[in-house]
């Protein structure tokens, strides 16, 4: 869970930091009003189709590793009936008097 938020803390501060760090580019460029606004509406249409490109990746690995998990966990409860069935079966064995 721990890898989760750490991973999304990262993408929320490279997001707010590549939006901070275009605003003030734009912002110090030697150009006219409506170009710096004309370019500010570009490139936060840019950001929004990279940013739906990227949220896009991670539900898609998301959702693999969701799957792979749940596979994993069938494989673990079915080896665990495999172990219980064994030790059902020791147990339900009468011992024999030369045995105890």
């Known amino acids: 869970m721990s890898e989760r938020d750490d991973f999304g803390a990262f993408l929320t501060g490279f997001l707010i930091g590549g939006i901070a760090g ?11 009003g409506e ?18 490109g990227t949220v896009e ?21 079915e080896k665990g009936q495999v172990i219980l069935e064994k030790q059902k079966g020791k147990i339900s064995k009468p011992q024999k008097t030369s045995d105890i």
């Open 22 to 32: 275009a605003v003030v580019a734009l912002l110090y460029t030697p150009q006219s």
């Open 57 to 77: 990746e991670v539900l898609s690995k998301a959702e693999n590793a969701a799957k792979e998990a749940k596979k994993h966990a069938a494989e673990v409860i």
């Open 35 to 52: 170009e710096t606004r004309t370019m500010i509406k570009e490139k936060a249409i840019e950001l929004k189709d990279k940013t739906s």
